[in-house]
């Protein structure tokens, strides 16, 4: 079992529980040491006095806090403990919220908080509980190591979590900080909106993070493994063009027609308005025709010329059920070449033909 990071109360109004934290989640990013080029000597950081260039002990070394260039206030360790906030062993609940009413930005860092010990069981269930058919989330202070927290407590499951916040004067304004946002009142065309909404509505899914991974850190590891078999890694990867304007309405159609359940909208047809809400409809009344007919194509693996079909988030789930080696690094195109060799070689030769 892992051990606690922070060990105190929780507390909301006058019923307390001895709680024990712990981190929720884990760094698998890859580490690097750092080495001088050519030899395999550590490099390491250490403290040095700028102007003489000498190494600095640790128990000299003191706060300074700068007020002008070269001028400072200096600050002992021993004055900065005096005033930490980390003698305080309390998580006190100072009321409730709808936890969909905190902003996702106000959330940094995620906890578990479990009971001290079998003996506070039961009021530890209570507050989850209660939590729990409430829908609330407890917003607390607490300080652990020298710092002061805001925090959010709920019940996820049989824990309670605790998500540390932000506090409201952290979060810096998007105006201040972002370029060229559009104006509020930008005008956008009714049928551009009506098409990207449609869009939007045709690439829902059910959210499962079980089925996203790192691809990142599994490319740094396949470098990795292939410099230490001598081998080279090239990668290509093709370059994104931004979305021209005037052309904004065709492409959202074309995105609507690659998803695969709207064919794209010729110019004769329906009004410009319509023609993304009436292809969809068509699309439907021809999938219902040929539901009966194809359930069991569906049902089978699918051929090379099905997998062209289908998006790279559709062949990485295809890739796990036949359990290919590698797929969380690969591009759309090597995911469905991978399947192909998967799905077995009468397939496909079947689909050659």
Do not use: C
């Amino acid at each position: 079992m892992a051990r606690a990071m922070w060990s105190g109360t929780l507390s909301f109004g006058l019923v307390t529980v001895p709680v024990a934290l712990y981190s929720a989640t884990e760094d698998h990013s890859v580490r690097f040491r750092q080495l001088q080029r050519g030899t395999s000597d550590r490099v390491r950081n250490q403290r040095v006095n700028e102007r003489t260039g000498e190494e600095v002990p640790y128990a000299d070394v003191v706060k300074g806090f700068e007020l002008a260039e070269g001028e400072y206030v200096v600050v002992e360790p021993q004055e900065l403990e005096e005033i930490s906030p980390g003698r305080s062993k309390t998580i006190e609940i100072l009321g409730f919220v709808e936890l969909d009413q905190v902003e996702p930005i106000l959330f940094d860092k995620t906890y578990y908080l479990g009971p001290k010990g079998k003996e506070y069981a039961k009021v530890y269930a209570l507050l989850r509980e209660a939590l729990g058919r409430t829908g609330k989330a407890g917003i607390a202070k607490f300080a652990m190591r020298g710092r002061e927290y805001l925090t959010a407590v709920h019940a996820e499951g049989d824990t309670l979590t605790l998500h540390t916040m932000h506090f409201a004067d952290e979060v810096r304004d998007p105006h201040g900080e972002v370029d060229n946002l559009p104006e509020a009142d930008l005008a956008l065309q009714e049928r551009e909106l009506k098409a990207a909404e449609q869009l939007i509505g045709m690439l829902a899914m059910e959210w499962r993070p079980d089925d996203y991974h790192d691809d990142y850190e599994a490319r740094v590891r396949e470098l990795v493994e292939a410099k230490l078999e001598g081998r080279e890694v090239v990668r290509s990867e093709e370059p994104v063009v931004a979305t021209n304007v005037v052309d904004l309405m065709e492409v959202l159609n074309r995105s609507m027609a690659a998803v695969g359940r709207a064919p794209a909208p010729t110019a004769e047809s329906e009004p410009e308005s319509e023609r993304p809400v009436v292809a969809a409809k068509e699309k439907a009344k021809s999938a219902a025709r040929k539901a009966a007919g194809t359930a069991a194509a569906k049902a089978a693996k699918p051929t090379g010329s099905r997998l062209g079909e289908l998006t790279k988030a559709q062949l990485y789930e295809k890739a796990s059920e036949l359990d290919v080696k590698g797929r969380s690094s690969m591009t759309r195109d090597e995911l469905q070449e991978a399947v192909e060799k998967a799905a077995g070689p009468k397939r496909r030769l079947k689909a050659v033909s």
